[in-house]
């Protein structure tokens, strides 16, 4: 019965256009559908059904992972229609799921409305590409793309280490190796110094979780390799200070050194839902470590880089309000979907109420918003 009902479930998510499906105790099953929740008109789930869809689709090491640690995550494949990758947890002593599903086809970088260079960089000898953003803000799909685009244009020997494993990469014109962690090999440090000896090209880590991954990932860059990595940050900036931030006082300065040196850009990202209706749409920001870029973070005074960024369009930069800003003048999003992800909300508004003055959409934001950001909006 558990298995006609996740397979119903997974049907209905893919067919509906979701992205994740929510299974917890006291609702029905909820689908994320462009970003905002939708509960299906189902049964309202219990302790028991709760336990028996987990049963249904959890491998018998992450069951009994679940019973030791109150947590587990796995990725499984869906027929042909795509892969999920599922976080099993509890949570007031009952059992709860997250599964995201992830499309089976990978998205063109013109698809995902990748910034330009970013071609250009992938084909790198060398060097650290950070792609950064809060969960679900594509991280992981932007990632493929530049992995698969490597694939199918150039020769080169790639290493994953994913935990876990989300899009599978077929060989094409490259070779690829996938490791998954918890399966194949026990930590994301680990798998990078191991990675050293098996001659690859390009290694893409899942995530700089910690100091040992975060020197193993360096390290690899410095030593001749084009290094993708992933962190929870917001902004080229602070993801150049939260790395920097995360080695001790006396390691600082020669951390900054080394990324000067080997880190080549930063694409910092967040989905916004589209105005439209159905879909989302990932608004950027982009740094290109240029030599002038390489030398604030050299001379500790990266509280100049969002200016440098501002100054170097032509170079295919851009900081994340100018990019929500011009989604919203092409009417991609809302007035408040920018407001909420802007850096700087009350120039947002102020240069929107400027130029849109008759947005009907800015009559509905004042007290809300007002209440929300802390600002005055008459």
Same mark, same amino acid.
């Given at each position: 019965?558990a298995?006609?009902q ?13 992205s ?5 105790v006291?609702?029905p099953?909820?689908?994320?559908i462009g970003g905002?929740?939708?509960?299906l ?11 028996? *869809?987990m049963?249904?689709?959890?491998p ?9 640690g ?10 042909d ?13 009952f059992?709860?799921m997250?599964?995201r ?15 330009k ?7 790198r ?9 809060p969960?679900?803000?594509g ?28 899009y599978?990469?077929?060989h ?6 996938q490791?998954?962690?918890g ?8 798998a ?7 001659d ?5 880590v899942?995530?700089?979780r910690? *100091?040992?991954t ?5 390290s690899?860059?410095?030593t001749?390799h084009l ?16 790395i ?22 930063v694409?910092s990202q ?11 749409v990932?608004?950027y ?6 030599s002038?870029i390489?030398?604030l ?8 880089i969002?200016?440098?960024i ?15 800003y ?24 102020a240069?929107?109420?400027s130029?849109f ?17 802390g600002?005055d909006?008459?």
């Amino acid at each position: 019965m558990a298995t006609i009902q996740i397979d119903r479930l997974l049907d209905a998510c893919i067919r509906m256009g979701g992205s994740d499906i929510h299974i917890v105790v006291g609702r029905p099953p909820v689908i994320r559908i462009g970003g905002s929740l939708k509960s299906l008109e189902t049964k309202v789930l219990d302790a028991d059904d709760t336990v028996a *869809l987990m049963k249904s689709i959890t491998p018998e090491k992450n069951q009994q992972e679940l019973q030791e640690g109150g947590t587990t995550d796995f990725g499984f494949a869906f027929g042909d229609y795509g892969r999920f990758r599922v976080a099993v947890f509890r949570q007031k002593g009952f059992v709860s799921m997250v599964l995201r599903l992830i499309p089976s086809k990978f998205l063109s970088f013109d698809t995902i409305g990748l910034p330009k260079p970013i071609a250009g960089l992938c084909r790198r000898p060398r060097g650290l590409f950070l792609v950064t953003g809060p969960t679900g803000s594509g991280k992981t799909t932007t990632l493929a793309s530049m992995i698969n685009y490597i694939n199918e244009t150039v020769d080169r020997h790639i290493i994953t280490v994913e935990e876990p494993i989300e899009y599978y990469h077929d060989h094409k014109r490259s070779v690829i190796n996938q490791r998954e962690v918890g399966l194949d090999v026990p930590t994301f440090s680990e798998a990078l110094r191991r990675s050293l000896r098996q001659d690859p090209d390009v290694i893409l880590v899942g995530e700089l979780r910690d *100091l040992e991954t975060m020197e193993a990932a360096i390290s690899a860059a410095e030593t001749g390799h084009l290094v993708f990595g992933t962190l929870h940050t917001t902004g080229c900036q602070g993801t150049v200070n939260r790395i920097i931030d995360a080695f001790p006082a006396n390691q600082q300065e020669m951390i900054r050194i080394q990324l000067s040196t080997n880190l080549i850009a930063v694409l910092s990202q967040t989905l916004c839902p589209l105005k439209a209706g159905k879909g989302r749409v990932a608004a950027y920001e982009f740094m290109i470590v240029t030599s002038a870029i390489s030398n604030l973070i050299r001379e500790n005074k990266t509280y100049r880089i969002e200016s440098t960024i501002q100054t170097s369009r032509n170079l295919g930069m851009r900081l994340l309000d100018d990019h929500l800003y011009e989604l919203y003048q092409a009417q991609k999003i809302s007035v408040l979907e920018v407001l909420d992800k802007a850096r700087n909300p009350a120039d947002m508004l102020a240069k929107v109420k400027s130029e849109f003055p008759n947005d009907p959409d800015l009559a509905d934001i004042g007290p809300v918003l007002g209440e929300m950001q802390g600002l005055d909006l008459e």
